[in-house]
């Protein structure tokens, strides 16, 4: 390697800390678009509340302008992303307990039957049991 190159600060191909740090940050920046967008494009085609043509126009808009298209869509329709993907996670929630066959009466049960064995507290399982019963 050349003496003069490495008495500057530079690399193999003149590449430095600084540059490699601001390609950095580009690659972090594109990556959470990436993210972004698949999350606003699996929110907009789950939603049943919106027509067919609605979703095209959404869709051409972040197609033509993706960062304007997603922010807008984010800034438009992020409470309803938040209820929805609230409800799905419950559903998902639902749906694996009757798979599996939790049921909130054997759980109490269970409540019941560590608490006499001494293995929680009485404030421990009013806690707990106030959480099966909540939902």
Known sequence: MDTATVERGMHIGG?????????????FLFIMWIWLAITVML???RRH???????????ILIVVFPYIGIFIYLLTQSG????RNAQQAEAARDQLRSIVGFSVADEI???????????ISEAEFKT???RL???
């Open 15 to 27: 590449v430095t800390f600084g540059t490699f740090l601001v390609d950095l940050l580009f690659i």
């Open 128 to 130: 707990l049991r106030g």
């Open 133 to 135: 019963v909540a939902g």
């Open 43 to 45: 929110d907009l085609f």
């Open 109 to 119: 049960a269970k409540l019941d039957k560590l608490k006499a064995e001494g293995g």
């Open 49 to 59: 509340d919106v027509s067919g043509v609605a979703k095209a126009m959404w869709v």
């Open 80 to 83: 309803g992303m938040a209820r």
